[in-house]
Every structure is written in structure tokens, then in C-alpha cells.
């Protein structure tokens, strides 16, 4: 036997290559996520062409105020997805969420026509994290009602 | 006192007896208490109505399924380092409560998801990197299992808690890094945006995951110490003077 390795050297090599293997695992995920876990692109960003034109993606936004009309198939539904900057005109057949409301959060899967309309096969409702009785979100509601009257003013 | 005499399983064993019904009891107090004011006295939400109400067992079951991991690997580094014995019992009594809490997390959530959201499951980045949470004790518990050699499974063992210990603040911060349909954090630096008795509520609930958590392990970490010491002159006048 020529060389030896001495086992101080032995543990140092070992823990580097075990903090390599953790910036590498690090790595992938975080490369995995960016690329695969975007959950949904918001309509500024589909707009720019960041979303995928050749397969289905998922859209999320709010729910335009005063976009949402139910054909007379009574569940045919179409409303327009907004981030306030740009909007995007969605239909969707089928049952809406519980929490579906006009001014609230949406995530739509489905895929994007030619002529900028979304078809979507799913429709999920994005909640916030904000928890409070609904007297105190009337209050809030009310105050700032109020707060705008002022500035209109 | 001399605190390192605890490091001694001996010593240790009599401590943990001495502890357990204090945090087994508190536990049982606190959820009692916890469970009441979630389910009796916090008000119905403006948006979510009852459905928020599974937040009282989501949230603190998530929580503890975050930190006991942390817990885990503090306690294999702590191992790995200086060789201490009870370090790396206590990373081992810790690991099945730390997956059955990732499990509720994850079940309570498809449960709120799917009235919510109108979905049981998405593969957005903080369910799925929760997902990989579970996976993560299940492997390191399998790996425990699988290697005979106490000391080798001990070390192999605390080396992945190590490393998947990357994927806590993952997930904690997923909802801020990526576009996820998991909404953010209520409670951040900035404050809670939560009705206080709703508040009030959820942490005496992540208090008794807390207490909950503290008991078992200590359980277990009695079990695995006098597996352990089965040879040593302690467990066996222990075990002569019991039976």
C-alpha cells in the first residue's frame, strides 16, 4: 500500500461531498419547481408570452366585478380573469366552487384559443389568508366605502 | 445541577418518567380548551363560513410537521458531532409523531381543499414539497429499519434528516416564492391578519401539538433507551426490581 488516507482527511472528504450532494439535490428541486411548480401564470405575464401556447396552463387572477354571465344552458359560465393590469375572457362548463364570486381569486386550467379566448376545464377558487367574522368585514367594507366617498370628494 | 449528567440515558430515563404526565396532561388540557374555542366560541368566517374551522387542527399539525423535522436534525447534528448517544434516541422517538402530523396536514388540507378550492389535490409548490415531507420520514424511518448495525443506522440515518432538512424552508416559504393556490402565511412579521379568538384558538391548539408531541417522544425515547441499555447493570436491576 503506497498512499493511506488519514481518517481526519477521510471525514473532511466526506462532508464535502455530502454539502455537494445538498446543493446539487437543492438544485434540482429548486430548477424543478421553478419550471414545472408555477402554478399559474397571471394575465400581465400570459400576455408577454410567458405561458405555454401548445398545451393546457393555468391562469389566475381575480374575478373581473360585473364579468360573470351564465349562459342558458345554465352551466356554461363566462367571466374575465384580471390582475387589474391585463384581463383575459374565460369560458368554463361545469360546477364552480363555493367560493367562485366576482372580486375574488381564481386559478382556470384550460387552454388559450387564437382569438385570446380561454377555454377552461377547471375552475378553482383561490381564498387569501385574511380570517375575520363577516360583521368585521362589513365594517371594513363600510370604512373604506367611506374612505372613497372622502377622496371623491 | 450539572445539565450534561442528562445526556446519560440513565439519568435521562428517570427525567423523562418524571415528565411525562405533566406534558400527557397538558396536552389533554390544552386540546380540550383549544377545541372549544374553535369549534364553540370563535366566530364563522366572512368568507369561508364553518369550512375555516379545520384551520384549528391543519395549521398546528403542519406547524409541528415543520419544526419536529428541525428538532430531528438539530438533534443529528448534535449527534454526528460529538457522538452523544440520547442525540441521535431522541431523533429516532421523534420521527413517527413528525410524519403522523405531515400525514393530518395533508389530509385536513385535501379535506378544506376540496370544498374551497374545488379540488382534493393540486401539485402547486407547497403541497407537493409537504408531500415530499412525508416522504422524506418515511425514507429516513425505512432507513432506521433497514440497517441492523445501531450505530451506522443511527448515522446514515441523521445524515439524510440533515439533508432534507433543505426542504422545511421550502415549504415554508413556497407560498411567497412561487404562484401557489395555497393561500400565504396569516401570521408574518408584519402581523395577523386572523380575528383574535380565532388566533386564540389556533395556537392553544399548536400548544397542545406541542405538549402532545413531548409526551410520546419521551415514551418512545424511554423504550428505545432501555432497548439500548438492555446489557448495562442500570436497566437490569431496573428490570429485576419491576418484576
New interface residues.
Partial sequence: MGRTVKPRHKKLLAIVLALAGIGIATALILNAFRSNLVFFFSPTEVAEGKAPTDRAFRIGGLVEDGSVKRQADGLTVSFVVTDTAKSIPVTYKGILPDLFKEGKGVVAEGKLGEDGLFTATQVLAKHDENYMPPEAAHALEQAAKAQNTLVAQ | MNLYAYASPATFYHLAGRLIPWFAWGAGLLTVWGLYVGFFVA??????SEA?RI?FIHVPAAWMSMFIYLVMAFWGAIGLAFNTRLSFMMARALAPTGAMFTFVALWTGAWWGK?????WW????RL??ELILLFLYVGIIALWAAIDDIKRGDRAGS?LT??GA??VP?IYF?VK?????H????IKPSGT???AI?LQGMLVMAFAAWFYTIAVALVRVRRIILERERHTEWVKALLAKEI
Avoid: E, H, K, R
Fill in positions: 366566530p364563522t368566517d366572512f368568507q369561508q375555516y384551520i370544498p374551497m378550492w374545488g379540488a393540486v401539485w402547486d409548490a407537493t414539497s445524515l440533515l439533508i433543505i426542504n421550502i413556497s416564492w412561487w404562484n401557489t393556490l393561500q400565504g402565511a396569516t391578519s386572523m380575528d380565532m
